[in-house]
């Protein structure tokens, strides 16, 4: 494995580690400025300034409820190509509500990561989507 995809997978572990953490500000520094999140049934969300407040009121409910969410990815595919990396995968979200039950949702993910003047990745666009149900349309059955 190349430094490069190295520093990919380092990255992707330290995004989760911030997120599950709720560290709202070591997960924004991990991203660029213009960062682009792109997630099921939401609108996009434009540059760090409009991720801000979204993710600053996710965690602080989840806080306040005493639910636990834990964010994982599994990294399919990394590759790189000069200043810009993708990476490609599997997501997993579990909500632990404090009653105790639990929800898991599984989907895929898809990263965009740009190489800065000082040589560090960080991510620039996050797109990720939830698994189809267990029962599909009509026509996707095989």
């Given at each position: 494995?190349?430094?490069?995809?190295?520093?990919?997978?380092?990255?992707?572990?330290?995004?989760?580690?911030?997120?599950?953490?709720?560290?709202?500000?070591?997960?924004l520094?991990?991203?660029?400025?213009?960062?682009?999140?792109?997630?099921?049934?939401?609108?996009?969300l434009?540059?760090?300034?409009?991720?801000?407040?979204?993710?600053a009121?996710?965690?602080?409910?989840?806080?306040?409820?005493?639910?636990?969410?834990?964010?994982?990815?599994?990294?399919?595919?990394?590759?790189?190509?000069?200043?810009?990396?993708?990476?490609?995968?599997?997501?997993?979200?579990?909500?632990?509500?404090?009653?105790?039950?639990?929800?898991?949702?599984?989907?895929?993910?898809?990263?965009?990561?740009?190489?800065?003047?000082?040589?560090?990745?960080?991510?620039?666009?996050?797109?990720?989507?939830?698994?189809?149900?267990?029962?599909?349309?009509?026509?996707?059955?095989?």
């Amino acid at each position: 494995m190349n430094p490069d995809e190295l520093a990919i997978r380092q990255l992707h572990t330290d995004v989760i580690a911030a997120f599950n953490q709720y560290d709202l500000e070591k997960l924004l520094a991990l991203h660029t400025e213009d960062i682009v999140v792109m997630e099921p049934d939401r609108p996009a969300l434009l540059g760090k300034n409009e991720v801000r407040p979204v993710f600053a009121n996710a965690f602080n409910f989840l806080k306040s409820t005493n639910t636990v969410f834990h964010l994982g990815f599994q990294i399919h595919e990394v590759e790189v190509w000069g200043k810009r990396a993708f990476a490609r995968g599997q997501v997993t979200k579990i909500t632990e509500n404090p009653d105790g039950t639990q929800k898991e949702e599984m989907g895929k993910y898809l990263c965009l990561f740009k190489r800065q003047g000082d040589g560090n990745w960080l991510r620039s666009h996050v797109v990720a989507s939830n698994d189809a149900p267990s029962k599909k349309e009509e026509f996707w059955k095989e």
